[in-house]
């Protein structure tokens, strides 16, 4: 089984985002079995979509070895910041896709995001 993990920051807001502070810290994805697993896709998507979607390619992922992606820079929608009212809850999914597209881990966190 393949497991996915986020580190990222509690909130997000235009603050933030023009001081280029990254909101996702970390992806990592863990092959807990004795498969070696190639040509994966971690896409991360963001609800309500504050930030464009990013994708992510693992081109093997060997039995019991991990992957861990630090540098993780999804672009913030600063218009849609811009235009809150109010503080909302959004939520980062991260899956890891197979080649033919079918989900193999999913993790969700929720953030906070400011005008």
Do not use: G
């Amino acid at each position: 089984m393949l497991t996915v993990s986020i580190q990222q920051i509690p909130m997000a807001s235009f603050a933030l985002a023009a001081n280029n502070v990254a909101i996702i810290r970390s992806i990592t994805v863990k092959n807990n079995t004795a498969n070696n697993y190639e040509d994966l896709k971690v896409k991360i998507t963001f609800n309500p979509e504050f930030a464009d979607t990013v994708i992510e390619h693992i081109v093997t992922l060997p039995a019991h070895d991990s992957w861990k992606n630090p540098d993780i820079q999804p672009s913030i929608n600063t218009s849609y910041l811009c235009n809150l009212a109010e503080k909302i809850k959004a939520t980062t999914t991260v899956q890891v896709l197979s080649n033919q597209v079918e989900v193999l881990a999913e993790a969700k966190q929720d953030l906070e995001v400011l005008d």
